[in-house]
């Protein structure tokens, strides 16, 4: 048990290198295959312990990014540091010592291979929204420029991990039973997915020429009221060769202060983009009045419109400790990573409307956002192009930028449409329909990326359906699993009435 429990945790260490900034997606195929083949003759207890580890692997090095932001840009100790980054690890491995123990406990044998593929993907679904969702490191996003990726517009992300599962399940059944079926089977998802169309939706009229400004400003500095000119001025120094533009995009919270508190530096500026035409979306808090907030206003993480028209979004998923405090009133002081800068957001308490830009809809989602596939599906129904902006400082040289970027391709190719991505110090890109970088800035330098995003036209069917199908086929394979145990039980039971 002590070696399955160390091959487990090997196993779900390799998940990470299947994905972005390593890349070697069919990598992916194999921890599931493993964590299945170890649990398959354990009993409920020892399968969660297995699971348990398999979990300490997948999240011990596919978010081990945790620490630079608790650590760099916080005065929390060492020590400290180190050990929330475990804990927080620990628990959320927890999850796979749930999914493994639900596997063995309640569904039959018979159906191993079905039951698991089923209860993989709820679980996976059940991390985009438990305790406000973590929807991160989803298998289906290894399927990214390989021939499983015409999955993702069909099904969106959990029927390519759906897919892949199938994939790796058929390799664990040959060398379980040595049977020569499951290779024959192997293939087939993969070929299969191959012949699906590449492209669902076509290219509109309308186009945006966009700029993209990538100031590169220290975390260290962007809060500190002392710099705030000079980090206006960086802007506004990038922005001035590029106003011949319909659309200047600056990144989450690039103004740090309340508009009010930055118009006056920013007036000429935008007396100009005024004068050309030219759209300024940015990132910045808002200050919202409310009767009802103890603090009689609510604070937001949005992007608005500054120049040549109106709007404003308000950040709808916000990141805990990061942008909100759990248990405010109990926590916040204890460590300084609790008293991060601008960690009291608030959610927006109404319905919003899409951004426009020259009468092309944005479908708008602030930094991790996008990690959420039906959150971005359900705003890009109506809009041409899918635009983000965040904040990847906090992770410094980490893997996480990396991977957040690579998300980003994936919700591009679920939705059909070109994707403008701006970040405060990379990786700013252009992203088309088929989750290809057409074009991206040097990380950690200051520049600019102009380009031409045509809006698209058209739905994929993951827009008209999406997840509802691909969850309920799993949830069915769960329940006919289980089903068949119970049969099995009464058999056992009561052999003379069959």
């Known amino acids: ?75 929390t100790p060492l020590g400290i540091a180190l050990a929330l980054t475990g804990l927080f690890v620990a628990a959320l491995a927890l999850l796979f010592s749930a999914q493994l123990y639900c596997w063995k406990r309640f569904f039959s044998a018979r159906f191993a291979t079905a039951s698991f593929l089923g209860i993989w993907i709820l679980f996976e679904w059940l991390r985009s929204w438990l305790f ?74 309308k186009s945006v020429e966009v700029a993209i400004v990538q100031p590169n400003i220290p975390q260290s500095i962007k809060w500190n009221p002392d710099y705030r000119s000079e980090i206006l001025s960086t802007y506004t120094t990038l922005t001035n060769s590029h106003i011949d533009t319909q659309l200047i995009l600056w990144p989450e ?37 409310d009767p009802k907030h103890p603090k009689g206003y609510r604070i937001h993480n949005s992007l608005a419109v500054l ?11 916000l990141v805990p400790f990061g942008e909100y405090v759990p248990m405010e009133d109990y926590i916040r002081g204890l460590f300084d990573f609790f ?68 998300i980003a391709q994936v919700r591009a190719v679920e939705n059909g449409r070109w994707l403008i991505r701006g970040t405060n110090n990379g990786i700013t890109a252009l992203i088309n329909p088929r ?22 036209q058209g739905l994929t069917p993951y827009q008209m359906y999406g997840s509802l199908p691909t969850i309920l086929a799993s949830l069915l394979l769960t329940l006919m699993a289980y089903g068949k145990r119970k049969q099995r039980d009464n058999d056992i039971r009561y052999p003379n009435f069959r």
Not at 435 to 456: C, H, K, N
């Open 435 to 456: 989750g290809e970088i057409t074009d991206q800035l040097t990380q950690f330098q200051a520049g600019v990326l102009r380009g031409s995003v045509p809006a698209m």
């Open 132 to 205: 406000t969702g973590f929807p991160w490191l989803y298998l289906g996003n290894a399927s990214l420029q390989t021939p499983y990726q015409q999955i993702l517009p069909i099904g969106g992300v959990w029927l390519a991990s759906a897919v892949m599962l199938i994939t790796a399940l058929s390799i664990a059944e040959f060398f379980r039973s040595r049977r020569l079926l499951p290779l024959l089977l192997c293939p087939l998802p993969l070929i299969g997915s191959y012949l699906l169309p590449q492209q669902w939706t076509t290219t509109a009229e």
């Open 339 to 406: 008293n991060l800068p601008m960690s009291s957001f608030s959610l927006p308490l109404e319905k919003q409307s899409p951004l426009s830009v020259n009468g092309v809809n944005l479908s708008t989602a602030i930094c991790y956002e996008i990690a959420y596939p039906e959150l971005v599906r359900q705003s890009s129904v109506n809009a041409g192009i899918l635009l983000t902006v965040s904040n990847d400082t906090w992770f410094g040289r980490s893997i996480a930028p990396a991977q957040h970027l690579q």
């Open 1 to 75: 048990m002590p070696l399955q429990f160390i091959l487990c945790l090997i196993a779900g260490a390799l998940i990470t290198p299947s994905l972005a900034p390593f890349d070697i997606p069919y990598l992916a195929l194999i921890p599931p295959a493993i964590l299945y083949l170890s649990s398959l003759k354990r009993c409920p207890k020892q399968s969660a312990l297995l699971g348990w580890g398999f979990g300490l692997g997948f999240f011990g090095t596919g978010v081990s990014w945790v620490f630079v932001s608790i650590s760099e840009h916080s005065q």
């Open 307 to 317: 120049s040549t028209g109106s709007g404003v979004y308000h950040k709808q998923r």
């Open 253 to 289: 919270t690039a103004i740090p202060a309340l508009f009010r508190n930055a118009v006056t530096p920013l007036a000429d500026l935008l007396n100009k983009l005024d004068s050309s035409g030219s759209t300024l979306i940015s990132g910045l808090p808002s200050a919202i009045p």
